[in-house]
């Protein structure tokens, strides 16, 4: 009997395990605001096997934060300045209550006014600075290294340096408590190409700026940088 039991409780530990395993990680993608390849670029999620995802897209991407549906995480591939004060309250609410959050590329971009915002990324890329020393600015089509800044967190562990062809972003504002993960010699590039933290305990946000693509939606390097980055989001790694 005992050995049954035993049997009994094996089997029930196996399966939860294979159960969690399975469980996919639930992803509300937002885009809009600005064009990409879209094609090139869901060619990439899809490929992502334990990820599932749910489009919005401006202007009505938003309200997802409204009608939030138990996502893990939010993944920001949008553009946009506008939101309305009920929208940001709730995006303040999760993120108090907890919940992943990605960004990707020009999501650095928007809300230049909303300090929330500025603090969940980590950064901003400055559109309205007051000389050419403040004011952020891109290059398309560029090839820039990218090194591994932080060998050790779970994101970036393994990973060795590689080389991107895609677009550069330059001054962009940087705030000093992130967690840098990737870095870059190109001297027109901001210094640093990826970073996390911790906005609290039940919050992990990451930032990876190449993402212009299409070219580098193929790459093996860039799709376990945000494969993993959704994982880690979602206290899955
Ligand atoms: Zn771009």
């Given at each position: 009997m005992k050995t049954f039991a035993a049997f009994l409780?094996?089997?029930i530990n196996l399966s939860g395990l294979t159960h969690a395993q399975e469980?996919?990680?639930?992803?509300?993608?937002?885009?809009?605001?600005?064009?990409?390849?879209?094609?090139?670029?869901?060619d990439m999620l899809d490929s992502f096997e334990n990820i599932e995802y749910k489009e919005m897209r401006h202007p009505n991407a938003n309200a997802g934060f409204l009608q939030p549906e138990g996502y893990d995480v939010i993944l920001f591939y949008d553009m946009?300045?506008?939101?309305?004060?009920?929208?940001?309250?709730?995006?303040?609410?999760?993120?108090?209550?907890?919940?992943?959050?990605?960004f990707l590329h020009h999501a650095i971009v928007s809300y230049q006014d909303w300090d929330f915002y500025r603090e969940v990324v980590g950064g901003r890329y400055i559109e309205n600075g007051e000389d050419t020393q403040t004011q952020s600015n891109y290059r398309h089509d560029v090839q820039f290294d990218a090194w591994i800044a932080d060998k050790t967190h779970p994101i970036?562990?393994?990973?060795?340096?590689?080389?991107?062809d895609d677009e550069i972003y330059g001054q962009v504002f940087i705030a000093p408590e992130?967690?840098?993960?990737?870095?870059?010699s190109h001297?027109?590039?901001?210094?640093?190409?990826?970073?996390?933290?911790?906005?609290?305990?039940?919050?992990?946000?990451?930032?990876?700026q190449p993402g212009h693509g299409p070219g580098i939606f193929a790459e093996s390097s860039?799709?376990?940088?945000?494969?993993?980055?959704?994982?880690?989001a979602a206290f899955r790694r």
């Open positions: 409780l094996l089997f469980e996919k990680i639930s992803v509300l993608l937002l885009t809009g605001g600005h064009g990409f390849d879209r094609p090139a670029f869901f946009v300045q506008q939101i309305s004060e009920a929208e940001k309250a709730a995006f303040e609410g999760l993120v108090n209550q907890g919940i992943g959050l990605v970036t562990r393994g990973m060795k340096a590689f080389d991107i992130v967690n840098v993960l990737i870095s870059t001297p027109e590039s901001m210094e640093h190409l990826m970073w996390c933290r911790e906005v609290n305990p039940k919050t992990r946000s990451v930032y990876l860039y799709q376990k940088l945000l494969k993993y980055s959704l994982e880690w």
